[in-house]
């Protein structure tokens, strides 16, 4: 098993929007480090002078949804240039499972490293807080992995959309921060922070700490999508997605063909 050739795979799926077998229906022997190593070539294969990689996602930061598939620490994935929409604008045809789930990013003005790491240490490196919607989509057949397979396929990152604004990250209970999730018009979702590992602040701590292991660090000037405060939800085109956190405002998704 050559897990560049396996990164190639999951790199081409990507960039085209073309469903593939799940990797470990053919290599039932992978293992999450082996598919964090698939997950580093493949999207090493996309970087360019215009995809830089500028930050990191993380991913299952739901206890409940770790208990579900038997894992006691989040996943993460890779953030590049490529995939920050410009406009709140989404060609849904571009994509094969298309889903959307309203997250806050993070941005960092100071390295963060080391497996002893602790939320004391986080705060102060924090620049400011963006609201965020992530779009996820799974590249493997009829919407089905392992936690393995997810992580190699950079835990379903595609897109991601900030505020215009950015927030202090002192004036505002991120725990508590509240969002509603809207679907043409419809309540979809609704959820609070402290759905993300109890407080945002653990999910950085977190995703700290694993890294560490590789000898990663987030550097300054990169954002991180902490993780999905509701679950996400599927989509389509001429779809309007609205975001509502209250007091911080909202942002809006059209979704066109």
Known sequence: MKLVQLAKRVAE?????????????????LTV????????????????????????????TSKAKQQQVGVEEAI???????????KPVL??????HPRVEPEFAFLFKEELKGANITAKDVWPAVECVFLALE???????????????????????AKILLS???FSPYHTDWAQAEVRLYQ??????????????DHPIHSIVEL??????????????MIVLVGGITDAIPIQANDEVLADYGELGKLTLHVIT
Not at 13 to 29: A, F, H, I, V, Y
């Open 135 to 157: 779009v996820i989509d799974s590249r493997y057949k009829n919407f089905s992995f392992t936690l393995t397979d997810v992580v190699a396929d950079n835990a379903s990152s």
């Open 33 to 60: 480090n082996q598919a964090y190593e698939i997950q580093k070539l493949s999207i090493n294969e996309t970087i360019t002078g215009d995809n830089r990689f500028i930050g990191w996602k993380m991913g299952l």
């Open 13 to 29: 799926s990507q960039k085209n929007g073309r469903e593939m077998d799940k990797l470990t229906l053919s290599n039932p022997e």
């Open 184 to 197: 043409n018009g419809e309540i979809q979702k609704k959820g609070l922070g402290e759905a993300v590992l």
């Open 76 to 86: 993460y994935g890779r953030l590049t240039s490529a995939m920050e929409l410009t």
């Open 91 to 96: 060609k849904v045809g571009e994509f094969i």
């Open 208 to 221: 700290v700490k694993m890294i560490s292991r590789e000898g990663l660090s987030i550097q300054a000037g």
């Open 164 to 166: 215009n604004q950015a």
